[in-house]
């Protein structure tokens, strides 16, 4: 994008003056590298989320944006129901509750080195992945209904999991307000039999190697240190999160011409938080939130029962899980005054500072664990909330690398097959059902994930911690 369109407030903060309809600034945070390197449609659709009813101080987008469905990938923005504001479905995406936990081990990098072979074989074995994958659980309509209501403490108290688990999840692993009988028959079949499978894309289930420390203080409180193995699992609510994004996309056509809602463009469809439609979308939103919590639970349960096979010394804890595409309904203060607001954030991860209530315990003097992933071939992070980011951007940070180029334009310009072996020179092992899905998500294809998380570390977005290596991915 040309620089010239915005106003630069500082290093990594460019500001879009208010024009046209749109009710607050956008502000894109982001070094001058990569605001150059971002596609115009960035710049579009920031400017027209600020133009939705009811939106509150900004449209923002964090340094990993790109052009996604109606909002940015990266894209932050808070509604007040009390002033008409609005939810929107392409706000929040399609792979609702896309996120990432992180598992810290116990181990090292030595003890894993003479047994890689069989851990990454195992994990492939045992871990479903891929286009339509299906896991050996089988949900009947009651037990749909349960994990729908109740995620990830659903999963444990199936066994899949410990009750330690739920405390170190947003929301402990539940998310309130859940209402299945606003998710169709259709969604729940899709989500029948695909409970603990990674699916496909951007997924993935990655060991990592702890191999540079920013933060010692911070690392010890969540139990890094230098040369410690890590897993960490991506993925989200499968079938179900895409056919009610696919649905309530249309439905908020009608509800948008219903209230009057002058939209720009079609993927900006959205209804009246307070309406009957904006409820139905939520309470079925907060299901697929639901869904995704409880599908990495398990994956969290499988991946136990490997290492408990090959590494039984391991003592599995969870880090932390955190969730992307969601709009959450949290208070900020606005204007010196707490408001309660509907925050979406789509393709960003929650960035709560120290002190705050809601992060666990254990870690709330210093700040929520904030997880970035970066590709199957670089480096991936683990900051911490800064307090700064509640003024910035509602507590809001980046959420991985960020597509620099479409999947299509990847199929073209890279060959799985010799992705998969130039990694396996570096010493990282790659498995994955789909040649074509390792070219789609060539680590060629997205930003420079290093570059992204020094833009939201110096933007006050998040603080550094820790940056992890890949030593096995087993690709979605």
Known sequence: M???????????????????????????FASESLV??????VFEQVTNVAGLPGIVEGSFAMPDAHWGYGFPIGGVAAFDASKGGVVSAGGVGFDISCGVRTLVTGLTAEDVGGV?????????ATIPAGVGSTGKLRLNDKEM?????????????????????????????QMPGALPEHVSNQAKKRQRDEMGTLGSGNHYLEIQRVVEVFDPLVADVFGLALSDIVVSIHCGSRGLGHQIGTEYLKSMLTAANKYGIAIPERELACAPIDSPQGQAYLGAMRAAINCALANRQILTHLTRSVFERILPRAQIDLLYDVSHNTCKEEDHTIQGKKTRLFVHRKGATRSLGPGHPDIPAEFRQVGQPVLIG???????????????????????????????????MAMKKYKGRTIVDDLAARGIVIRSPSFRGVSEE?????????????????AGLAKKVVRVEPLICIKG
């Open 36 to 41: 150059r390197s971002m596609d115009d449609k």
């Open 116 to 124: 890689r072979d069989k851990l990454t074989d195992l994990l492939a």
């Open 145 to 173: 209904e349960k994990m729908l209501l109740g995620g990830a403490k659903w999963a444990v108290s199936h066994g899949y999991g410990i009750k330690k688990d739920l405390s170190r999840c947003e929301e402990k692993g």
């Open 2 to 28: 040309d620089t010239k369109l915005f106003k630069r407030r500082d290093e990594n903060e460019w500001e879009i003056r208010p024009h046209g309809k749109m009710q607050v600034p956008g502000k894109i």
């Open 442 to 458: 060539a680590p060629g294809a997205y930003k420079d994930v290093d570059e992204v998380v020094e833009a939201t570390h110096a």
């Open 374 to 408: 970066g590709t199957m071939g670089t480096s991936s992070y683990i900051l911490v909330g800064a307090s700064t980011s509640e003024d910035k951007s509602f507590s809001s940070a980046c959420h991985g690398a960020g597509r620099n180029m479409s999947r299509r």
